[in-house]
């Protein structure tokens, strides 16, 4: 493969884009170091309350909100039912505290900007009474706990199991105790980390490392803009997925590391070559001939996926929330039309005060999985007799020819060649990450820089990948809040050119006879290194071309976003974030003299090169105002009014040099047929939108939404359209004290909402491209141009979907089994079509609404933990989908739309009435009466139908992903299995090769 890798050139790119980041770590380095006055600042805050017989939950929800602190706790622990009243007037918080808490036997302290609640323990035997008489105390037990990341935890509870005999941990999460005996166990806890039991024995010295139960704790979900809401508020389906399991496997793709990951999501691979993005829909599709891959927003910032999905780094990534429906997506407007994936990366706010290095390394190895069944045992030729310039292998049993002179004049002995398995090798991918994160009063921050290397199963294909990340939040002022996030990527992808019909190499491969030797016969000529060598003259060898033919692609990409936030008034704040996504992208495409079937003829010829240059910018603005207020003591209000603005600018040049003079010169020059277009087209849409939702003693929710957006690339006064979605969340155990004896957590959902997706970019005028009427223009310096033959029509509106979603959630023995099951119908209207018109509109086509499609599915998550011990936990999730999408409408006159053509054997179409896609193709004739194939009674072959028909689906029945973690002490092992059953697929390689024996 001939490349020139420009290092020198990353290095300074890496190094300029790198220094502010490292500058502003050095300033949040700095702060961090400062006095620490924040929680008593905090406790200081004076209140005013006057509550008669209310609920703990509910007294501790009204301080939330008048000194503007955040809670945290378990509610069996502190037994937040019970009721008290609360009179104070004007008093600081930790008087307010004590009053309330002192009574109720509860203990707080403050970590960070939280208060920490849990139920008093009997830390010194000899200042409490006990219910049980002093144990004899012969044997002293010292220790440490610690959390994940080994820091010391302060204020765990250690008791001796059956009594009452206790102590905690000092603040570097040291403690002391004294035992009876070896027998004794002891028993750690600690809120919001699962607890552990230890048994003594003749240990003198006991450490343990606790883990967060997030069961624990209200699950909190990252919804539109970065706000975040409690789960149990959200009228709509939302699911996590931790960073732990996208990054496990050490995959390179983020998108192939999903998944299975999340009930239906849908991630279909498109090549197993390096780079190669995957397909990603989320409940399948709402439109026809329009994207349907999902938004993605990385740290509140919307960027652009799909394709470019490669550029992030998987170990990057704290979480990602996956907003399923419209309802869910709703503030995000038009381009959400298809779900949202919010993806948090790692902003070091759970790091301790000092700075923590992390450094992970990862290995991956990957085989073809499965190779076609070929037959082995038949030579090449025709009807029994060996024809080594034959394209068929129904020539005579291989082991019956012995030795014989080839196309080379070399004698040869006859074998079995498994051409296929002899081509693919192993695929190799290194993960290297490495990360500086530090957290406390000053804020928090995280430096990330993250290495990729991989090779692929074909030989010189491979990518190269350096990530370098920076996240943080600091607080310089009591009331404003500063956020940086900002993301590079260099990206390196070595591949080979997608070649189509016989000059792909792939299929060379393939239908290689099993007698030719394809691996150990030379590939060219030794005169001429361009003179292919092959059993068929139109084809490409596959080793040649690994030899001569080359694609690579680089890419430097910046994304990143600057965010504020300021305290207005009491429960009042304005957000500000303003965003950049930039990258552009080199692609040289190479094939040598010689490719096709002209690397077979005396002289080789042909050949290109191909340089292609792609640049986008994105730029985002969103300024909102949020509310959050206790109406009464029974009626929490939250509400959103902003504005965002978006702005996408793309060009292409695309420049084609054929024909090439000599080999082994990727240049432009090279050709003497150069052919150069360039693109360039924008978009820009403003968006209004406010959202409100009202919150009633914490087991009714209402959400209601609005989004009006303004789009530039619909025709001129008709480019406003109002979104509106509803959403209601029934928390049942709340309402039904009593079902709490059968349900942890029970509860009901169901939401309405609205959402769009615009069509073609440049509606507005007329497009022209070159004339081509005979002349060749230029002509005598003369340039020709012609009008589009497509029209757009002045009524041409967003496509619509109007979705409705029903739900419940189920929790069950203290949330050791929890189940979540939705059903989803949308119906999306006014597809966006090129419409045939007569002639004698001086148009071919018109670009117009019409056609509809609808949705339905059921989406199944089950997570249970059958074994839950100090030492041994095994958690079990499954993730179960099913959907179907068919075609109600079609433009009028149109029965069926063709999305793709296989050679015209088999067809992808969208056909009215029918699954959205189906297969549309030949089959054969069969018998009414039996059912079984009809054949020629001369001849002895199947009668063809004369009449196509739908064939089938590439989409499955139903899909299951069964995800196992099981951990005993410190060690873990997780594996996932994917079932996915029906759906057809269509293999022209394969129809190829049965047709060839």
């Known amino acids: 493969m001939k490349r020139t890798l420009y290092a020198h050139g990353l290095c300074r790119k890496i190094m300029k884009l790198s220094f502010m980041q490292l500058f502003l770590a050095v300033v949040f380095v700095g702060i961090s170091y400062a006095n620490d006055t924040h929680a008593q600042e905090l406790l200081e805050k004076r209140i005013s309350l006057r509550i008669q017989d209310q609920s703990v939950k509910a007294i501790l929800s009204k301080i939330e909100t008048e000194a503007n602190v955040k809670f945290m706790y378990s509610p069996k622990a502190i037994q937040s039912q019970r009721r008290t009243s609360l009179q104070v007037n004007n008093q600081p918080l930790q008087e307010v505290l004590l009053l309330l808490l002192k009574p109720l036997d509860i203990k707080y302290r403050v970590v960070g900007s939280r208060i920490v609640l849990s139920q008093q323990t009997a830390l010194n035997i000899e200042d409490q009474p006990l219910s049980t008489p002093l144990l004899n105390t012969d044997q002293t037990i010292t220790g440490t706990v610690t959390d994940e990341r080994g820091s ?68 909190v979900v990252v919804t539109a803009f970065g706000i975040k809401r409690e789960q149990k508020a959200l009228g709509y389906a939302s699911q996590k997925v931790s960073g732990e399991q996208l990054s496990a496997v050490g995959n390179s793709n983020i998108q192939n590391s999903l998944q299975g990951k999340a009930a239906g999501v849908q991630v279909r691979l498109s090549s197993g070559m390096p780079g190669r993005p995957a397909q990603v829909n989320i409940r399948g599709s709402r439109s026809i001939t329009g994207s349907n891959e999902p938004l993605y927003v990385i740290d509140g910032l919307p960027v652009a996926a799909g394709g470019r999905s490669i550029d992030f780094n998987p170990s990057d990534v704290e979480s990602m929330d996956i907003l399923k429906g419209p309802a869910a997506a709703a503030l995000y407007g038009v381009r959400a039309s298809n779900g949202v994936i919010v993806i948090t990366t790692k902003s070091g706010k759970n790091a301790n005060r000092k700075p923590t290095i992390t450094f992970e390394s990862q290995f991956a190895q990957d085989n073809v999985s499965y190779l076609p069944k070929l037959q082995y045992e038949y030579a090449q030729g025709n009807n029994g007799v060996f024809d080594q310039n034959g394209l068929f292998s129904y020539g005579p049993k291989i082991s019956t020819l012995g030795t014989y002179t080839n196309t080379l004049g070399q004698q040869e002995q006859a074998s079995s060649y498994n051409n296929v398995k002899d081509f693919f090798g192993n695929g190799l991918t290194f993960n290297n990450n490495l990360e500086v994160a530090q957290g406390g009063n000053f804020g928090n921050y995280s430096i990330g820089i993250g290495r990729t290397d991989q090779t692929g199963v074909i030989a010189k294909t491979g990518l190269q990948r350096t990530n370098i990340k920076f996240n943080g939040l600091m607080t310089p002022y009591k009331k404003f809040k500063i956020g940086l996030s900002m993301n590079y990527a260099n990206i390196n992808i070595d591949d080979f050119p997608d070649l189509a019909g016989n000059d792909n190499f792939i299929r060379a491969l393939y239908e290689a006879p099993p007698s030719y030797n394809l691996k150990g016969k030379p590939f060219a000529s030794a005169s001429n290194p361009y003179q292919q060598i092959l059993f068929r003259a139109t084809q490409n060898n596959p080793y040649w071309v690994l030899e001569n033919n080359f694609q690579n692609s680089k890419t430097n990409r910046t994304f990143g976003n600057l965010f504020m936030e300021y305290q207005l008034a009491k429960g009042l704040k304005a957000t500000y974030r303003a965003g950049l996504d930039n990258f552009s992208t080199k692609t040289e495409r190479y094939d040598e003299l010689g490719t096709g079937s002209t690397g077979r003829t005396p002289i080789p010829s042909g050949g290109q090169f191909v340089l292609n240059n792609l640049s986008e910018t994105q730029i985002n603005s969103n300024f909102f105002l949020s509310y959050d207020k206790n109406l009464t003591s029974d009626l929490v209000l939250n509400a959103i009014l902003g504005n965002e603005l978006f702005d996408i600018r793309r060009s292409s ?162 949330n050791r089994i929890s189940l979540d099951y939705t059903y989803f119908r949308s119906l999306s209207d006014g597809q966006i079509f090129d419409i045939p018109l007569a002639p004698s509109t001086g148009f071919s086509s018109q670009v117009n609404n019409a056609g509809k499609m609808l949705s339905r599915g059921h989406e199944i998550m089950l997570r249970l933990t059958p074994l839950k011990k100090a030492d041994l936990n095994w958690d079990f999730n499954v993730n179960f989908s099913k959907y179907r999408t ?52 001369t001849n002895g072959f199947p009668l063809v139908n004369p009449v196509s028909q739908i064939l089938g689906t590439p989409n499955p029945d139903f899909e299951f992903s069964f995800i196992n973690s099981i951990r005993y002490k410190s060690l873990s092992l997780n594996f996932q299995i994917d079932w996915r059953k029906g759906g057809l697929f269509f293999s022209q390689l394969q129809a190829e090769s049965r047709t060839r024996g």
Do not use: H
Request: hydrophobic share 35%.
């Open 152 to 219: 010391g935890l302060p204020g765990v509870s250690i008791l001796v199991k059956g009594t009452q005999r206790g102590t905690a941990t000092d603040p570097d999460g040291r403690f002391k105790i004294e035992v009876s005996d070896g027998s004794a166990v002891l028993v750690f806890s600690f809120v919001g980390y699962l607890s552990q039991e230890v048994a003594v024995g003749n240990q003198s010295q006991i450490n343990v490392s606790l883990k967060v139960d997030t069961k624990t704790l209200d699950e």
């Open 886 to 937: 068919t075609i109600e409408e079609l433009p009028s006159g149109l029965s069926r739309i063709e999305l793709s053509n296989a050679s015209g054997a088999v067809r992808l179409v969208a056909e009215k009435g029918q699954t959205y896609p189906s297969f549309f193709g030949t089959v054969y004739q069969t018998d009414p009466a039996s059912g079984q194939i009809a054949y020629n009674s």
């Open 653 to 814: 040049s695309v420049t084609s040099s054929s024909n090439l003079v000599t080999g082994n010169w990727p240049s432009i020059a090279n050709g003497t047929t150069i052919v150069s277009t360039n693109n360039n087209n924008a978009q820009r849409v403003v968006g209004f939108y406010g959202n409100v939702n009202l919150g009633f003693k914490e087991m009714l929710y209402l959400n209601l939404s609005a989004r009006q957006d303004y789009a530039s690339n619909l025709p001129s006064g008709n480019r406003s359209f109002l979104y509106p979605s509803a959403g209601l969340s029934f928390v049942l155990t709340e309402a039904v004290p009593s079902l709490q004896n059968i349900f942890t957590f029970a509860k009901l959902r169901a939401n309405y909402a609205e959402v769009g997706q615009l069509g073609q970019l440049f509606v507005n005028g007329v497009g022209y491209s070159a004339a081509s009427t005979g002349f060749q223009f230029p002509y005598n310096g003369i340039a020709g141009f012609l009008p589009s033959s497509t029209s757009i029509s002045s009524t041409l509106r967003p496509e619509n979907t109007r979705s409705v979603e029903l739900g419940t959630e189920l929790r069950f023995l203290k």
